[in-house]
């Protein structure tokens, strides 16, 4: 079987569970969201295949392109959202992880490059060790993401006392907050240590600082951004306007380092 069917009936499945579950907030109905549900977890199982596949043949983890380093976080990104909704059954992330998903899918579907064996200068534990955590990380910050406009869209819900089409489906303010805090904090810090990993591994090969690419400045004004938006909710200084544009400008951060991701 070719590897590429199990891509594309991934990508067929995430988008008839993105088009159910955004046909929610029009019916809010509870079974439509399930529905949604039943096939994204379908999609994830090709996905998991597809990914499986790319590993037995090239013998690496599937992050040394652009192509496969988009389909590993878009699959990281539904396992969080999958343990999370198993947790506290907080349904309207969908309505912004699905979406997410099926995009990151979609540009390894488009941006088609030939699997590869990885080059063996790069074959170490502590390259793996960045990859893996710093793709880990990005997941996690990403859905902490999601739960932060939700946060938002709350925060504005109640000062406009107006019910707008995600009110059936957000919980309290509190719990978005706080569902928001604590997943930007895991993948913070896993980030971090995937930052490091990627530090220590440049001075060992090349005996200097990590060279500075269109990547490695994204990842880092992400970094710098996410730890802006954690010390907002350490120190209480939260601020709904003021930390949806530092989320904004996380997440645009995060899409220029995955973009500047080239065949390592």
């Known amino acids: 079987m070719s590897p590429n069917f199990t891509l594309y009936a991934a990508l067929l499945f995430y988008t008839a569970g993105t088009l159910i579950a955004l046909a929610s907030l029009f019916t809010r109905e509870r079974r439509t969201q399930h529905a949604a549900l039943v096939l994204m977890i379908g999609g994830f199982l090709c996905h998991t295949t597809w990914i499986g596949t790319i590993c037995a043949r090239t013998h690496h983890p599937p992050l040394t392109n652009l192509p496969e380093a988009a389909a590993f976080v878009a699959w990281c990104i539904f396992v969080v959202e999958l343990a999370l909704f198993i947790r506290y ?11 997410l998903v099926l995009m990151l899918l979609t540009v390894a579907a ?4 030939p699997f ?3 080059d063996p200068a790069l074959r170490s534990s502590l390259f793996t060790a960045h990859v893996l955590l710093s793709a880990v990380g990005v997941a ?13 869209a709350q925060d504005r819900a109640l000062k406009s006392k107006h019910r707008g089409p995600l009110w059936e489906w957000i919980p309290s303010l509190s719990v978005c907050r706080t569902l928001s805090y604590r997943t930007l904090a895991v993948g913070f810090s896993i980030y971090t240590l995937g930052i490091l990993a990627g530090i220590l591994w440049s001075y060992r090969t090349t ?7 269109v990547k490695q400045l994204g990842g880092i004004t992400a970094w710098i951004l996410f730890a802006v938006l954690l010390q907002s909710y350490i120190s209480g200084a939260y601020r709904a306007r003021r930390t949806a544009l530092i989320s904004v400008g996380a997440f645009v951060a995060i899409v220029v380092a995955m973009l500047g991701i080239h065949h390592v």
């Open 89 to 99: 059954r907080v349904q309207a992330a969908s309505f912004f992880v699905y979406p």
């Open 110 to 113: 488009v941006v088609h490059e």
């Open 116 to 118: 590869a064996q990885m």
């Open 140 to 152: 996690a910050l990403l859905t902490g993401l999601a739960f932060t406009a939700l946060s938002y």
């Open 207 to 213: 005996a200097g600082p990590i060279d500075m690419r």
